[in-house]
């Protein structure tokens, strides 16, 4: 049992949804660095030259903010669905629920099912509503109906502290992650990564990150098809074959094929997925890019399309984490002197595809994680800069009538500020433990940015009020519990037991926001909260039909 239950487990299935779960432990127990592979390498150079030669071509078109931030509105459905599919589907995604199920078979699974539920959430709630309302982020949504110089700043935290909290764990695994698989020590990785996401975003604007986003996770997908292609030949094409070989070479045997191998809790499972539904909907840079599409009919179709794919890419995460018990799991080729997996559990991916494919499955799959990792760093940037330059300083600041080409020399601006500070905190971070940062984007998405959101479209009698106070109550209590919690309780305090026994509260902390908003907006009689209400019918018909028709009602 212990060359399958590698260390860090806990901080895999709590991180799944992102590439810096490698810094929360996936590495531990690792030996030494993969021996460099010249075709990674080779590759990731390919896909490096044309990426830059799309962002080239990007910035030809790059010259107002509104292309900038959504590329003119002109991304076809299909092709936004698969950016969404490239934001959302990580190297965490592919190592760490590979990982995962390698330890623990079908737990492994389970915990992908509340990020995959998020996109039916996404396109029928916010998908059509989001599109006829805004222009560049949700926070235009929100602030056409309550009060939007405070709603703004308040929003605009919350998405900064998510970026920001979302860019330090990235960086710190995407230090780990490349340093393991290319040999570059760690700081040179973080400065690479961070170069090219900048001339991404910078010259490109979202029309260069949309396109990265689409190039990734077409190569994503092609090679996990091609590693369960694999495993299922060499299994006679019988899934029944693969989980029998699984169990065969599992201590647990068919205990792998049941729920409880490593959570026991239902609660802790709950909590994790009320993180990951509500979290995943609430993210603002996956928000954002339904304002790529030029209008709701394509919208809804982004998320339809998205939807196929990240079911198409679980699905063959699957075959995959069975078969990485089945054909890595007491093989000495992946085993350290100590008896401990090579990489720890998260790298089961990446030795499932050597074990398939040889040195050429593996380079392509490691420049694969790599080009994920820029993709992802890539729309967070975006995501960030928009809400400093457009939500802060263009709609507060400047009243919604900034000089154009100051808010568009601005956004490259904080492009480069926030790249900067994400290699300064991925360095001062390198040998923290990082868990509990990386619990904070997801947790504060699904108390704060999902509830405003949410109650801003469907709830008549949502005010201002309410929504500060619930935004405070959200804020607060994500931090505080998450401090409480094993986390950081235990794991960075030192403690013998956690205060809070959960690592995920949202579960806890998303029903205290609403309830605040709900009791304070039903109390408040201010004459702004008769505006709010009195907005939210105009708002109704437009989130319905678009602008067109609510200008023609006038």
Same mark, same amino acid.
């Given at each position: 049992?212990?060359?399958?239950?590698?260390?860090?487990?806990?901080?895999?299935?709590? *991180?799944?949804?992102?590439?810096?779960?490698?810094?929360?432990?996936?590495?531990?127990?690792?030996?030494?660095?993969?021996?460099?592979?010249?075709?990674?390498?080779?590759? +990731?150079?390919?896909?490096?030259?044309?990426?830059?030669?799309?962002?080239?071509?990007?910035?030809?078109?790059?010259?107002?903010?509104?292309?900038?931030?959504?590329?003119?509105?002109?991304?076809?459905?299909?092709?936004?669905?698969?950016?969404?599919?490239? =934001? +959302?589907?990580?190297?965490?995604?592919?190592?760490? @629920?590979?990982?995962?199920?390698?330890?623990?078979?079908?737990?492994?699974? @389970?915990?992908?099912?509340?990020?995959?539920?998020?996109?039916?959430?996404?396109? +029928?709630?916010?998908?059509?509503?989001?599109?006829?309302?805004?222009?560049?982020?949700?926070?235009?949504?929100?602030?056409?109906?309550?009060?939007?110089?405070?709603?703004?700043?308040?929003?605009?935290?919350?998405?900064?502290?998510?970026?920001?909290?979302?860019?330090?764990?990235?960086?710190?695994?995407?230090?780990? !992650?490349?340093?393991?698989?290319?040999?570059?020590?760690?700081?040179?990785?973080?400065?690479?990564?961070?170069?090219?996401?900048?001339?991404?975003?910078?010259?490109?604007?979202? !029309?260069?990150?949309?396109?990265?986003?689409?190039?990734?996770?077409?190569?994503?997908?092609?090679?996990?098809?091609?590693?369960?292609?694999? *495993?299922?030949?060499?299994?006679?094409?019988?899934?029944?074959?693969?989980?029998?070989?699984?169990?065969?070479?599992?201590?647990?045997?068919?205990?792998?094929?049941?729920?409880?191998?490593?959570?026991?809790?239902?609660?802790?499972?709950?909590?994790?997925?009320?993180?990951?539904?509500?979290?995943?909907?609430?993210?603002?840079?996956?928000?954002?890019?339904?304002?790529?599409?030029?209008?709701? $009919?394509?919208?809804?179709? #982004?998320?339809?399309?998205?939807?196929?794919?990240?079911?198409?890419?679980?699905?063959?995460?699957?075959?995959?984490?069975?078969?990485?018990?089945?054909?890595?799991?007491?093989?000495?080729?992946?085993?350290?002197?100590?008896?401990?997996?090579?990489?720890?559990?998260?790298?089961?991916?990446? $030795?499932?595809?050597?074990?398939?494919?040889? =040195?050429?499955?593996?380079? +392509?799959?490691?420049?694969?994680?790599?080009?994920?990792?820029?993709?992802?760093?890539?729309?967070?940037?975006? #995501?960030?800069?928009?809400?400093?330059? $457009?939500?802060?300083?263009?709609?507060?600041?400047?009243?919604?009538?900034?000089?154009?080409?100051?808010?568009?020399?601005?956004?490259?601006?904080?492009?480069?500020?926030?790249?900067?500070?994400?290699?300064?905190?991925?360095?001062?971070?390198? $040998?923290?433990?990082?868990?509990?940062?990386?619990?904070?984007?997801?947790?504060?998405?699904?108390?704060?940015?999902?509830?405003?959101?949410?109650?801003?479209?469907?709830?008549?009698?949502?005010?201002?009020?309410?929504?500060?106070?619930?935004?405070?109550?959200?804020?607060? %209590?994500?931090?505080?519990?998450?401090?409480?919690?094993?986390?950081?309780?235990?794991?960075?305090?030192?403690?013998?037991?956690?205060?809070?026994?959960?690592?995920?509260?949202?579960?806890?902390?998303?029903?205290?926001?609403?309830?605040?908003?709900?009791?304070?907006?039903?109390?408040?009689?201010?004459?702004?909260?008769?505006?709010?209400?009195?907005?939210?019918?105009?708002?109704?018909?437009? #989130?319905?039909?678009? %602008?067109?028709?609510?200008?023609?009602?006038?």
């Amino acid at each position: 049992m212990q060359r399958l239950m590698c260390k860090g487990v806990p901080g895999v299935a709590l *991180l799944l949804w992102s590439d810096f779960i490698l810094a929360a432990g996936a590495l531990e127990g690792a030996s030494g660095r993969q021996a460099v592979n010249p075709i990674a390498i080779g590759m +990731f150079l390919l896909f490096v030259a044309f990426t830059l030669y799309v962002t080239w071509w990007a910035s030809k078109s790059t010259k107002t903010s509104s292309t900038f931030y959504n590329a003119g509105g002109q991304i076809t459905g299909a092709q936004n669905g698969l950016a969404i599919a490239g =934001d +959302f589907m990580s190297a965490a995604s592919f190592l760490g @629920i590979t990982g995962l199920m390698y330890v623990g078979g079908f737990d492994g699974l @389970i915990l992908s099912l509340g990020a995959f539920g998020a996109w039916p959430v996404f396109m +029928f709630l916010f998908a059509k509503r989001v599109r006829n309302l805004g222009n560049f982020t949700f926070i235009d949504v929100i602030s056409q109906r309550l009060d939007r110089d405070p709603i703004r700043l308040v929003t605009a935290f919350s998405t900064i502290l998510i970026v920001i909290m979302y860019l330090i764990a990235q960086m710190v695994g995407a230090g780990t !992650l490349i340093q393991f698989l290319f040999g570059l020590p760690y700081e040179w990785a973080l400065l690479l990564v961070s170069v090219l996401v900048l001339a991404y975003v910078a010259f490109g604007g979202m !029309l260069a990150t949309t396109w990265v986003q689409i190039i990734k996770a077409g190569l994503l997908l092609t090679g996990v098809t091609l590693i369960s292609a694999l *495993l299922l030949a060499d299994s006679g094409f019988s899934f029944s074959n693969l989980l029998g070989k699984a169990t065969a070479n599992h201590p647990s045997g068919e205990g792998i094929l049941r729920a409880g191998s490593i959570f026991d809790d239902p609660v802790q499972i709950l909590t994790i997925q009320v993180s990951m539904l509500f979290g995943t909907v609430g993210l603002p840079h996956i928000l954002m890019r339904l304002f790529t599409v030029p209008n709701m $009919h394509q919208a809804k179709l #982004s998320a339809y399309y998205a939807s196929l794919f990240i079911g198409y890419f679980y699905i063959a995460l699957l075959v995959l984490g069975f078969g990485s018990i089945a054909y890595v799991a007491g093989n000495p080729e992946f085993f350290n002197d100590q008896g401990k997996l090579i990489g720890g559990s998260n790298m089961a991916a990446i $030795h499932v595809a050597t074990a398939m494919g040889g =040195d050429i499955l593996t380079g +392509f799959m490691s420049a694969v994680c790599f080009a994920t990792i820029l993709a992802v760093v890539a729309g967070l940037t975006l #995501s960030g800069a928009a809400a400093i330059s $457009h939500d802060v300083y263009a709609e507060v600041l400047k009243k919604g009538k900034p000089d154009p080409k100051t808010e568009l020399r601005l956004t490259r601006i904080s492009v480069l500020l926030i790249g900067f500070a994400a290699v300064s905190l991925g360095i001062a971070f390198q $040998h923290e433990n990082i868990a509990f940062i990386a619990t904070i984007p997801m947790v504060v998405s699904a108390s704060v940015t999902f509830p405003i959101l949410f109650l801003s479209l469907f709830w008549k009698d949502f005010t201002t009020k309410g929504a500060l106070y619930g935004a405070g109550v959200g804020l607060v %209590s994500s931090i505080v519990l998450i401090v409480l919690g094993p986390q950081v309780w235990v794991s960075v305090l030192g403690n013998v037991e956690a205060l809070f026994p959960y690592d995920y509260p949202a579960l806890f902390t998303m029903p205290a926001s609403v309830l605040v908003m709900v009791v304070i907006s039903l109390q408040d009689r201010s004459e702004r909260g008769g505006i709010d209400r009195e907005n939210y019918d105009r708002l109704l018909v437009r #989130s319905e039909y678009g %602008s067109s028709v609510t200008e023609a009602l006038d």
